[in-house]
């Protein structure tokens, strides 16, 4: 039963931070939305930073098996590339709940040394994945993969702040096009 509610904390988290923003998240109101008691969430978790770094492990976790999945089937460096960003718009990752966890992970990191090192593990292992893509196809893959990770970033934060948020294609193309006139194309 214990990882069944704590699944369910993790959802009811990342669902109540796009319903209200983070400065309005409270415990009660996760554990509401989870449909048991602030007790039994602080039981499971502790505090709500704890309970909202889980919901941020969540999320990499979904986008982390995306993205392995997709590079095990990607021949060519180039595919490689296409792989990361389409997983980073892919309807599963891109989604309001998802792009407003993204948005409140950046504001933790900024006050929570836990938050921080995940979202630091985050960008190594996207800068990683980029530069093995790019490292056949231009003479500079970390400056390129700087500028792809940083487009990345910048789209979510965006998103998140936009009335009218960008489709995952219109954002994948993007970034697509960005590569092709960094790698000359």
Known sequence: MEPRRRDDLV??????????????????????????????????????????????????????????DALHQAPTPRARLEAIVRCSFAPANFRDEVVAAWLNFYVQAQRSPDTRRLLQVYHARLRSNLIHALRPLTPDPALLAEGIGAMLDGLYVRQALRADGMTSEASTALVLGYIDRGLGA
């Open 11 to 68: 959802r009811a988290a990342i669902a109540e931070i796009a319903a209200c923003g983070t400065a309005d998240v409270t415990v009660a109101r996760i554990a509401r939305r989870a449909g048991m008691s602030p007790a039994l969430a602080h039981h499971y978790f502790g505090s709500k930073d704890r309970m909202l770094l889980a919901a941020m492990r969540h999320v990499l976790s979904v986008y982390g098996t995306a993205v392995r």
